[in-house]
């Protein structure tokens, strides 16, 4: 910014001996931070011009506008990134946090922050980012191995009184969330493990931290925190120790990481995510007022409760001292007295007429006894036998026979019930009651029945005989 004492600016003037400084050279003569600013964005602009430069997109945000803010890093750097809408409409494809690129644009400084940035007119894919090609490896590989399994999430206690906290010891997020927990729960005690939060290392700390917590077991839960920032930033949160750490730690875990919209490994795995540092510690405890409230609502409700029991209690204490049983107690027992009196008659009544009703009974089932016994029964059965027997008799073949009847076999001795011309001339057996005769047939009258029989046998019995002519001596 020196300049070189002015000579001469021309043949006809005089060397004055003056100097004449530039703005910014002493602090006589101060330059403006606009001024500076845009003499740097001069510089960079007309010395840069366009360049081509890959990396990793992070922090990638799409306003309303329609123009394109997002961050280009690599390992070790990041570069600021704007893309105007004009520009933006060209772009085939869609921007994501995580995707590696080619960008090709010329470097502007943004004035109002004071900071340089590449104005992007074109830009290429150059497929998925390492960082976020390993967040997404390791989230696979630990889902694998149920590490995010709803099952294994363990619930928060109700009234926690030991609070462990795993966070850096610099920066805001440790004096919100502890003001927070003072101010809900003054009663709550707070252990606090400063870690690195960022950076090579940070993961194995915060690793060992929660460890720690673990093995001294002397926490109700722990919580793991750090603010917002970008993927690189949040990374430590992200790596595998930190995980296995979660998933191996003994009491109930909260990850409380970045922003709303971060996401991280140690979110996957830890028993409950919060949303930011401060919303974990609101989840922890209630307001103290509320409990207040609470504690004043059921204060209302025991003193009411009480005063209805003791109310219940002395009406009932009233009505004893005023009943008839306490005015009047011998009263009392000469009634009882008299009551037991007429119980026992009633008992000794009861017990009478109980007695005499059994040995009805008994009399009863004694007259039935004998009218059954086993011996009368049997006669009345062998008697019934000899009856049956006789009937059986009077009805079977030998007693037909006895009254007059016959029994015709024919010659292949089977029963001959009806008359046929085919017997005529044949040999038949008689059976009769006692014996058998054999006769020959000489005539079978076909339509003859029995009364035909018997009617015709009276007729001939009914005619006179012929008379019988006596015969003359001989001479």
Not at 119 to 141: D, H, M, N, P, Y
Not at 348 to 369: D, F, P
Request: glycine letters at 8%; hydrophobic letters at 40%.
């Amino acid at each position: 910014m020196k300049r070189k004492r002015e000579e001469k600016s021309s043949g006809d003037e005089l060397d004055l001996g003056l100097i004449s400084e530039a703005p910014g050279e002493s602090a006589q003569n101060p330059i403006s931070i606009t001024d500076l600013t845009g003499t740097i964005r001069d510089l960079l602009e007309s010395n840069l011009g366009e360049v081509w430069v890959t990396g990793e997109i992070s922090n990638y945000r799409a306003p309303g506008s329609g123009h394109l803010y997002f961050t280009l890093k690599d390992e070790t750097a990041t570069l600021q990134a704007v893309m105007f809408r004009p520009d933006a409409r060209r772009v085939g494809f869609t921007l994501e946090d995580g995707m590696a690129v080619l960008a090709r644009g010329s470097i502007t400084v943004y004035e109002v922050r004071g900071q340089y940035q590449l104005q992007v007119a074109e830009i290429q894919t150059r497929g998925q980012g390492s960082l976020q090609q390993r967040f997404e490896e390791l989230k696979r590989k630990l889902q694998a191995e149920h590490l995010f399994d709803l099952d294994r999430k363990r619930p928060l206690p109700v009234f926690p009184e030991v609070i462990g906290i795993v966070t850096s010891l610099q920066g805001a997020v440790l004096q919100d969330m502890l003001q927070i927990l003072q101010r809900r729960g003054p009663g709550i005690r707070i252990k606090v493990r400063g870690v690195r939060v960022q950076g090579a290392g940070a993961a194995e700390e915060i690793a060992e931290a929660i460890g720690a917590f673990s093995a001294e077991g002397d926490v109700d839960l722990l919580v793991v925190a750090r603010g917002g920032g970008s993927l690189e930033d949040l990374w430590a949160f992200n790596e595998e120790p930190v995980a296995r750490a979660l998933a191996a730690c003994s009491v109930p875990t909260i990850s409380a990481v970045g922003h709303e919209t971060d996401f991280t490994i140690a979110d996957f795995v830890a028993d409950v995510r919060a949303p930011t540092p401060s919303a974990a510690a609101e989840l922890l405890t209630r307001d103290w007022s509320e409990w207040r409230e609470s504690v004043g609502e059921l204060a209302v409700r025991l003193g009411r409760s009480t005063r209805q029991a003791l109310a219940r209690h002395r009406q009932s204490l009233e009505h004893l001292v005023s009943s008839y049983a306490l005015r009047e107690p011998r009263r009392v027992v000469r009634q009882w007295a008299q009551r037991l009196d007429d119980l026992r008659e009633n008992l000794y009544a009861l017990t009478l007429n109980t007695v005499y009703e059994r040995k009805s009974k008994l009399r009863l089932m004694a007259t039935r006894l004998v009218s059954h016994h086993p011996a009368r029964e049997l006669e009345r059965r062998r008697e019934h036998l000899t009856q049956m027997a006789a009937r059986l008799r009077a009805l079977g073949p030998q007693a037909t026979l006895d009254r007059g009847y016959a029994l015709v076999l024919d010659p292949a001795g089977h029963l001959v019930s009806k008359a046929t011309k085919t017997l005529e001339g044949h040999k038949v057996e008689i059976v009769l009651s006692q014996g058998t005769i054999g006769a020959n047939l000489t005539e079978a009258q076909l339509r003859r029945t029995l009364l035909e029989a018997l009617a015709s046998k009276s007729a001939n019995e009914s005619k006179p005989s012929a008379p019988v002519k006596k015969k003359k001596p001989k001479k």
